[in-house]
C-alpha cells in the first residue's frame, strides 16, 4: 500500500508486471489497512469528508474479482462511529482480518471492535486483562492473523539420498 495518494500496488508474477489500484475517496481515506476474509482483499479506513456533506465514517471495500477496482461492502453505523471516533481521537486504528471477522484496534488505548462479515454485526471486544494501559508498555493491542495447522511438508519426509531399504 502507498501512502502518498493511498493506493495499492499489485505485482503479477507470471506477466512481470506492476500496477496501481486506486484506493476509493484516497483523498479522504485515515489509517487504510488491507486484511484478507475469507480468500478476499478487503480495505478498512476511515472517510473525513467534511466539505461534501459526507458523513465521517468507517467504511470496508472489497477488491472487484477483475482485481482493478474497489466496491463498498459496509460502513459502520453513524452513532457507533462517533463512540469510535472519540476514542480514537486522531491517534489511529490498525486492522486485522480472519475468516469472516475484522478487529479494529484503536491505537494506544487498548480498545477494539470487531466486525462480523457474515451477521454485519459490530461489537466492541472486552479489554483485555493482559495488556497494561499507561505506565510501562505501549497499552496497545497488535494482531495478526494465523491458522495453525498440522501439515508437513511430504518434501521434508522424502530424502533423494535415502534408499528406504532397497539392496543393491
Known amino acids: ?24 475517496m484516497k483523498k479522504y481515506l485515515r489509517f487504510p489497512s488491507l486484511v484478507d476474509s475469507s480468500g478476499k482483499l478487503l480495505l478498512v479506513a476511515a472517510v473525513n469528508r467534511n466539505k461534501l456533506k459526507v458523513p465521517k465514517s468507517l467504511r470496508i471495500w472489497g477488491l472487484q474479482s477483475c482485481g482493478t477496482s474497489w466496491f463498498e461492502m459496509e460502513r459502520m453505523p453513524e ?26 484496534m484503536i491505537l494506544g488505548s487498548g480498545t477494539a471492535l470487531q466486525f462480523d462479515m457474515e451477521s454485519k454485526l459490530w461489537q466492541w471486544v472486552p479489554p483485555c486483562p493482559y ?23 511430504v518434501t521434508v519426509l522424502l530424502d533423494p539420498f535415502q534408499s528406504f531399504g532397497v539392496i543393491n
Do not use: K, R
Request: hydrophobic content about 40%.
Open 79 to 104: 452513532q457507533l462511529y462517533d463512540q469510535f471516533a472519540t476514542l480514537e481521537n486522531g491517534t489511529g486504528f490498525h486492522c486485522v482480518g480472519h475468516g469472516e471477522f475484522i478487529i479494529i
Open 1 to 24: 500500500m502507498s501512502y502518498s495518494p493511498f493506493s495499492v500496488l499489485a505485482y503479477d508474477l507470471f506477466a512481470n508486471m506492476w500496477w496501481n489500484i486506486e484506493a476509493p
Open 131 to 153: 495488556v497494561q494501559y499507561g505506565g510501562g508498555g505501549d497499552g496497545d493491542l497488535h494482531g495478526f492473523a494465523y491458522e495453525p495447522t498440522l501439515a508437513t511438508p
